[in-house]
């Protein structure tokens, strides 16, 4: 099972909109609404932010939202913050009963 | 809710390790627990998930033949052994749990395997 395939890298100013892709096949990200996305902060464990696509888990704010067209998925961050610089990841359950990781993106704020 | 890992290990090149992954705050057999590696430097890899209530196993292609999942529903723990070490399998292992649909949440604080001869 191959990675699914996330930009090396989004920047983004203060305030602004960023999306990050993440494209996969129809045997996961194309074929179920099993996608989620994950933060992570340098040395820090990961940080659920979407799951099912576009569902936000309590606590995480609505400036992060979620989104699937065909085989790809897509996480947008609106009013970009200094905090929102980490690496993100996403996630899919794939047809084998399996899930496969992205390869990562990391979001700089300039 | 929370999952609680093992300690750090260095292990040689041949060697296996067990990492425990302890699970407190929840019914244990409600919720797969599945298992993910983070080399140095890369980004996250699936390995696989057990479900604590029956045992039952899937992982990933890549690690089939050389890992297996268990777990102790007594002492609400899992366990996941990595035979055959190679240097590559120098990565951060975590636990986490399947809260439902496609999350994973909590996620264990991670464990250190270092490989080296």
């Known amino acids: 099972q191959s990675a699914l395939t996330q930009p090396a890298s989004v920047s983004g100013s203060p305030g602004q909109s960023i999306t990050i892709s993440c494209t996969g096949t129809s045997s996961d990200v194309g074929g179920y609404n099993y996608v989620s996305w994950y933060q992570q902060h340098p040395g820090k464990v990961p940080k659920l932010m979407i799951y099912d696509v576009s569902t936000r888990p309590s606590g995480v704010s609505n400036r992060f939202s979620g989104s699937k067209s065909g085989n790809t998925a897509s996480l947008s961050i609106s009013g970009l913050q200094a905090e929102d610089e980490a690496d993100y990841y996403c996630?899919?359950?794939?047809?084998?009963?399996?899930?496969?990781f992205g390869t990562g993106t990391r979001v700089t704020v300039l | 809710v929370q999952l609680v890992q093992s300690g750090a290990e260095v292990k040689t090149p041949g060697d296996s390790m067990k990492v425990s992954c302890r699970a407190s705050?929840?019914?244990?057999?409600?919720?797969?627990i599945h298992w993910v590696r983070q080399a140095p430097g890369q980004g996250l890899q699936w390995m696989g998930w057990i479900n604590p209530n029956g045992g039952g196993t899937n992982c990933a292609q890549n690690f089939q033949g050389r890992v297996t999942m268990t777990r102790d529903t007594s002492i609400t723990t899992a366990y996941m052994e990595l035979r055959s070490l190679r240097s590559d399998d120098t990565a951060v292992y975590y636990c986490?749990?399947?809260?439902?649909?496609?999350?994973?949440?909590?996620w264990g604080q991670g464990t250190l395997l270092t490989v080296s001869s």
């Open positions: 986490t749990r399947a809260a439902g649909g496609s999350s994973f949440d909590p």
């Open positions: 996630t899919s359950f794939t047809s084998a009963n399996t899930y496969v």
């Open positions: 705050g929840y019914t244990f057999t409600d919720n797969y």
